[in-house]
């Protein structure tokens, strides 16, 4: 006799919850990390995993299944065919081909577009209503590149941008003030990697604006040492790579923090990569996808905050999109 027998199967309610269907393109280690942050945060009732490789993607599956024993109930399925990725309310994509030595970063990307063009106009086609949210590198041009080639309006694709970088920002700047990282106010935002820029004029903790009085009783807040500090936040990517090989935890995190904001709806105000065009005195014409303070909810990018910023963080930023505007361009999309 099974066990359910004598339990009353008839829904409770009439009204069924319509479920939320993710799909993580690429089960790589950023992937997976994703995959998993998603899972122990119960953000959505189906996952979908598509990798090129049938034996890993498999074998990532079943593991994750195996613990269904400890987890809220979700439905795991994979395949390499996107067809899998059917009806999902978000696609997130980490597939990417890894630079090779001696490999130019224009060579490597040109490999990505191509990667792109396999893996984008599928995912469209199979989930006209999606959310694209890019985390593949370079991840500010790849977004440009999945918005050309989805069709999608502006408003639903998205870089995971600088999410990561401006918590690798807070976390140092928490463990110098030694106070929790959730109360550190402060963005990254412009190229997700080396030319980031930090925007120290908004830094608060806890609401309160903390700079200048850092800078009056800490000789160790100079304009130099702030730029170290910027640059030990870019130079901590590539020490986890030299260590572990490559980053996860982080990136799973950040991720998964963009996805509860927006399929939850929860309209927080994340960097992230958006059409900076027009932001700034960015020209309307450089079609480049940048970090800027966006609203996130349900319907994608609902808003983009025009942030104050001081002369120097301008240009910065004016610097980063002309030089990703330049690149941009040779892909002739
Ligand atoms: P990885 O472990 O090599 O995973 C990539 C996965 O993509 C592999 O499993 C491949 O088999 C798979 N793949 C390749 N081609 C296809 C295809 N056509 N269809 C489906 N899957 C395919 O790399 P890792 O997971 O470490 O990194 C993935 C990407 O994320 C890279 O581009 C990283 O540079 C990027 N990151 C971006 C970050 C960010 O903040 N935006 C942070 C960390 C990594």
């Known amino acids: 006799r099974p066990v359910t027998d004598g339990m009353d199967s008839t829904p409770t309610s009439h009204h069924r919850r319509r479920l939320t269907k993710v799909s993580v393109i690429g089960a790589g280690n950023v992937g997976m990390a994703i995959a998993q942050t998603i899972l122990t945060r119960d953000l959505a009732d189906e996952i979908a995993l598509v990798d090129a490789l049938p034996d890993k993607l498999r074998g ?7 613990a269904a024993a400890f987890l809220p109930r979700t439905r795991l399925v994979s395949d390499t065919d996107m067809s899998v990725t059917r009806g999902s309310d978000l696609a997130i994509v980490t597939a990417g081909a890894r630079q090779i030595l001696g490999e130019t970063r224009l060579n490597l990307l040109q490999r990505n577009v191509a990667l792109f063009r396999k893996i984008v106009p599928p995912l469209a086609e199979h989930s006209p209503d999606a959310i694209l949210l890019i985390v593949s590198n370079p991840v500010d041009v790849l977004t440009y590149v999945a918005w050309k080639l989805s069709g999608f309006p502006v408003s639903r694709v998205i ?19 030694d106070v929790n990282a959730q109360d550190v106010n402060a963005y990254m935002v412009g190229e997700h990697g080396d030319s980031s820029v930090a925007v120290w004029s908004t830094l608060s903790v806890a609401g309160m604006p903390v700079l200048k009085s850092l800078q009056e009783s800490h000789s160790s807040f100079g304009e130099e040492a702030l730029e ?21 935890w982080a990136i799973g995190y950040s991720v998964a923090n963009l996805v509860s904001s927006l399929l939850r709806d929860q309209r927080r105000i994340h960097p992230v990569s958006v059409l900076a065009a027009g932001f700034h005195g960015i020209p309307d ?3 480049v996808f940048l970090s800027l303070p966006a609203r996130l909810g349900r319907a994608g990018v609902l808003g983009v905050a025009d942030m104050e910023l001081t002369d120097e963080e301008t240009r910065r930023l004016r610097r980063s999109a002309k030089t990703l505007w330049e690149n941009t361009r040779l892909l002739g999309l």
């Open 60 to 66: 990532e599956m079943l593991d994750l299944q195996h």
């Open 159 to 177: 870089g995971s941008g600088t999410n990561l970088d401006s918590s690798r920002f807070r976390f140092l700047l928490a463990e110098h003030l």
């Open 228 to 248: 170290g500090i910027r640059r030990a936040v870019v130079d901590s990517a590539y020490e986890v790579i030299g260590l572990k090989g490559y980053t996860s």
């Open 285 to 287: 014409y450089h079609e």
